[in-house]
């Protein structure tokens, strides 16, 4: 009896990671997928990626922007007694490393000139925090996507004056369209990480974008500023990602970077505005609490 299996290239995607939570797999492919039919193949003749030779890695790991990917692609296999007899491969809208790099350099004269970090970093986890571990299906299980382009999803409370942050990339996004939002929104917060003085974020890129705003998340998936029960709350929300409370405290540090707007979050001071990376989370934290 046949059997149908489906097979999705493993992710390359950190998973440990907030700004690069995403529910697609992807890895790098030694050449161009570019057929999206059907075609009867040998057992022999199944075009599948050979392993990349340590030379390669090597190379990949040392490259400024070596965790760039250029394709992905999803296989269909058909399986029998007869052995394989079909395979469908479709080539996925994945970001040009070319255009990434090009990018990367227009954020970084972005941030020069708006000073727009924190809002930057604020829309990728924004974008990449309403992911569910439980669920399998994409894009169900939500993660970095793309759907918060979407004014559906725009318009949920959290999301409130990340409008602002979009319109600043959409000029990079129809400048590079070979970059898909979803990336370019990771992209996007680790840069501002980095310029902003802190650390440089191994990122991999290779997110496929959802195509409608049907797809996008339900509203609800991202902390709520003014939950009753904040350290429940926030163990609801980070736990379903399949952080712990050590991850939460660590994330929370984000916060020192930036300020909270009161017409946006309900909580904020003017003079609490900053733009480059600093230790005030971590002294109150040892101070406080260690």
Known sequence: MAERLSLLMP????????????????????????????SLVAPSSLPMPSPSPASSLKCRRTSPLSHLFLYQKRLSVRVSSAGLSSVTVTKCFASDPDQL???????????????????????????????????????????????????????????????????????????????????LFQLASATAVEEAGGPKIPMKYGRVDVSTPEQCPEEGRLPDAGAPSPATHLRNVFYRMGFSDKDIVALSGAHTLGRSRLERSGFGKPETNYTVFNLKFRVNLSLNFL
Request: hydrophobic residues 30%; proline residues 6%; glycine residues 8%.
């Open 11 to 38: 992710s390359l995607s950190s998973s440990s990671s907030m700004a690069s939570t995403s529910g697609v797999t992807s890895r790098p492919l030694p050449s161009p997928i570019r057929s999206n039919k059907t």
């Open 101 to 183: 790099r090009s990018a990367r350099e227009d954020i970084k004269e972005l941030l020069r000139t708006k000073f727009c970090h924190p809002i930057l970093i604020r829309l990728g986890w924004h974008d990449s925090g309403t992911y569910n571990k439980d669920i399998e299906e994409w894009p169900q299980r939500g993660g970095a996507n793309g759907s918060l382009r979407f004014d559906i999803e725009m318009k949920h409370s959290a999301n409130a004056g990340l409008v602002n942050a979009l319109k600043l990339l959409q000029p990079i996004k129809e400048k590079y369209p070979g970059v898909t939002y979803a990336d």
